[in-house]
């Protein structure tokens, strides 16, 4: 899609965040901040027709995103559903029915699935580390009789495991 002079996402939840109320603790509801981003979202019809089409042919290239007709059973693999509608993407823009896909098309399919399902694991370890590493050091300050400043930021700056791009820049 081209790029308008609309505000960006960034400028929106901004705004948004602003107008929602804080609970207790410093978070928000998440209904009370979609409604108030909701309300600041203008929508240009012709826009949304090609974002809604899109979602529909990315929906279709997923698995359950069409009926399976019965199963696949690789040696060495769980049976799995087959489903000769599923869309198959290529790295030139075209698509097809998987039941018409030639070789090149699963290969592409194929590489693409291995990408997707590293950076998904990779962002899953990076995750149980933070989690983890957050863990024991908020309970080593309360262990020390620290009660306050317990946020992932304090963490991540006391830890000097943040670098500012500023700082990152000048290495």
Do not use: C
């Not at 899609?1 to 996402?9: A, I, R």
């Not at 990408?115 to 983890?132: M, V």
């Not at 309360?142 to 290495?171: H, I």
């Amino acid at each position: 899609m081209k790029k308008t002079t609309k505000e960006s996402s960034k400028d929106l939840f901004a705004k948004a965040a602003q107008q929602t109320k804080r609970q207790n603790n410093g978070h928000f509801h998440e209904d009370d901040l979609l409604a108030n981003l909701a309300s600041l979202i203008i929508i240009d019809p012709a826009e949304e027709r090609m974002r809604r089409a899109k979602a529909i042919i990315d929906n279709l290239t997923k698995p359950g995103g069409t009926e399976p007709t019965g199963q696949l059973h690789l040696p060495g693999f769980d049976f799995y559903d087959y489903e000769p509608e599923r869309l198959v993407r290529d790295d030139n823009g075209n698509v097809i029915e998987q039941d018409r896909a030639l070789y090149r098309f699963k290969i592409i399919e194929a590489k693409r699935a291995r990408k997707h399902a590293h950076e998904a694991n990779q962002w899953a370890e990076r995750k149980a580390e933070e989690s983890e590493a957050f863990t024991l050091w908020v309970m080593a300050r309360r262990d020390e009789g620290r009660t306050t400043n317990l946020t992932f930021g304090d963490f991540v700056r006391e830890s000097k495991l943040f670098t500012p791009f500023s700082e990152a820049g000048a290495a």
